[in-house]
């Protein structure tokens, strides 16, 4: 059986390869199935201040919590978990990629607030909701507009 593991400092220390997590600007947060341990929340992550790039992607995370703190973060992978909806990601004002292949959206209400623009960004969603709709462990491209700049999203339902 799979135990819940929790990131704190010593593990994004451990992952970085450094003690100061204020100039890491890529991680990646993964246990490995060997361990019998999986990540189930986003929790710890205050003090990745300058992350650009962060991947947690392979997990079992139910819900995108806590990332309010990354202002600077550029791509967002949160492939291969289990998230249902799309939301927490109106503060990102720096992102420009998501990745959310291989989960099970079924609702993308947070990545309309996160597009602004004309018909295209409107397209993109509404066509990101109707592949999020269909068959299971398929996969769809979209391109979105975040803040303005061109942004690649990923939805599937696998």
Known sequence: MESTAFITPRLLCKLAGTEDLHTVERI???????????????????ALTGVKHLSLAGNAIPRIVNLHCLTTLVSLDLSHNQLTTVEGLGTLHCLQTLKLNHNRIT???????CTRGGEGAAD??????????S?????????????GKSAASEIGTG
């Open 28 to 46: 990646h947060i993964h246990c490995s199935k060997s361990s019998g341990k999986v990540i189930k929340h986003i929790e710890g992550l205050e």
């Open 107 to 113: 609702h993308l209400g947070g990545l309309v607030r």
């Open 124 to 133: 993109a969603v509404a066509g990101a909701s109707r592949s999020a709709g």
């Open 135 to 147: 068959h299971r462990g398929a996969s769809s491209k979209t391109r979105t507009t975040t803040r």
